[in-house]
């Protein structure tokens, strides 16, 4: 399996907290993508990141990608209740993405 | 615009019956994809199809069949189903394949009994 591991599993902030998520991949990629699924839902993208790109920024999240270590990180600064859901990257190698098995976050208002 | 539409939302089976769960994009994206999802394992790649008329297996296909009907459907069939194949199936479409974001349907349950 080239499935990728995102760690923590799980974490617990408060509101007004930053969050950071971390993911390792096994291949070389194309480009790394980040998803979001709130409990019961469908996956939604929100971040991609070129292979050739280290740093990335959409509105509260910024994602990093290091190459040479096979991983990347996902910061959500200023957490709300609202991002309550499982985080998880996606690798992108020639036809298919590889997803990791997920970080849960919990904020706590 | 719907996006990526599933049906059933859910469905109950016993062992050795068969079902077919359909998908469908107005997205008029060239690539669609089959994955299941189980607690602890995140999403695994069944099938997919990079553009109309092409198939392909992906991580976990034993147990499926996919037939892509046109460039908006993409099916998912279990022909004998297994209580291993219970789990939450997710249907994704993208512009092309590798490169780009999918986008996600709402999911079917099935539970195989």
């Known amino acids: 399996s080239q499935q990728g591991e995102e760690d923590p599993q799980a974490l617990s902030i408060q509101e007004g907290e930053n969050a950071t998520m971390n993911c390792s991949y096994k291949?070389?990629?194309?480009?790394l993508q980040w998803y979001r699924q709130n409990s019961g839902r469908g996956l939604v993208h929100l971040i991609l990141?070129?292979?050739?790109?280290r740093e990335k920024h959409s509105g509260r999240l910024r994602v990093t990608l290091d190459t040479s270590k096979k991983s990347s990180s996902l910061l959500i600064t200023a957490s709300r209740a609202a991002d309550t859901a499982s985080y998880f990257c996606?690798?992108?190698?020639?036809?298919?993405?590889?997803f990791g098995k997920g970080t849960m976050l919990l904020v706590s208002p | 615009n719907a996006g990526v539409t599933q049906t059933p939302k859910f469905q109950v089976l016993k062992t050795g019956q068969s079902m077919t769960l359909q998908c469908a994009q107005d997205?008029?994206?060239?690539?669609m994809y089959w994955y299941r999802q189980d607690p602890g394992m995140g999403l695994r790649l069944i099938y997919y199809?990079?553009?109309?008329?092409?198939?392909d297996k992906g991580e976990v296909p034993n147990g499926y069949n996919v037939s892509r009907l046109n460039k908006r459907e993409f099916s998912l069939r279990l022909e004998s189903a297994a209580p291993s194949q219970t789990s939450v199936y997710f249907c994704a479409s993208s512009e092309a394949d590798g490169a780009y974001e999918q986008y996600f349907g709402p999911g079917t349950r099935l539970t195989v009994t």
């Open positions: 990141i070129r292979s050739n790109e």
């Open positions: 996606a690798s992108s190698g020639y036809s298919t993405l590889t």
């Open positions: 291949t070389s990629i194309n480009n």
């Open positions: 199809s990079a553009s109309e008329g092409t198939t």
């Open positions: 997205m008029n994206h060239n690539s």
